[in-house]
């Protein structure tokens, strides 16, 4: 089951042909991940949070936003897991992972709109 959690969001060359600094510490944090325990606790949490919308869309073919309880509880973990990114983190963009939970909720269903989230594409 592939995730896309914890991929980098932007630009990973600068328009010299180098890389861009921030995409170096978020690959690099990602790498180290079993170095830093929030890092890797963090990791965890996410990657879980995102592959259960994506069994239960395997396993009942609908979103997770359709179930009337466990919809709204998964909504709400997101927003939990939103917050914990203003903690350590171990060195990942954390604007990076915050776009890939925005984008990941609309995927699953909850629109932006309905979210509070307005401008550009998450």
């Not at 395997?58 to 917050?83: F, H, K, M, N, P």
């Amino acid at each position: 089951m592939k995730t896309t959690i914890l991929d980098w969001v932007g630009p990973e060359q600068l328009s010299d042909g180098t890389e861009n600094v921030n995409h170096y510490y978020h690959r690099n944090a990602l790498s180290r991940r079993y170095e830093d325990p929030f890092g890797s606790a963090l990791r965890a949490m996410l990657v879980g949070w995102e592959r259960y919308a994506l069994a239960f869309r395997d396993r009942y073919e609908c979103d997770i936003s359709t179930d009337g309880v466990l919809g709204d509880q998964w909504l709400a973990v997101g927003e939990g897991l939103r917050q914990l990114l203003g903690g350590d983190t171990g060195g990942w963009d954390c604007g990076s992972i915050n776009h890939n939970i925005v984008r990941i909720m609309g995927e699953h269903g909850f629109p932006r709109e309905d979210l509070g989230y307005k401008g550009g594409e998450a």
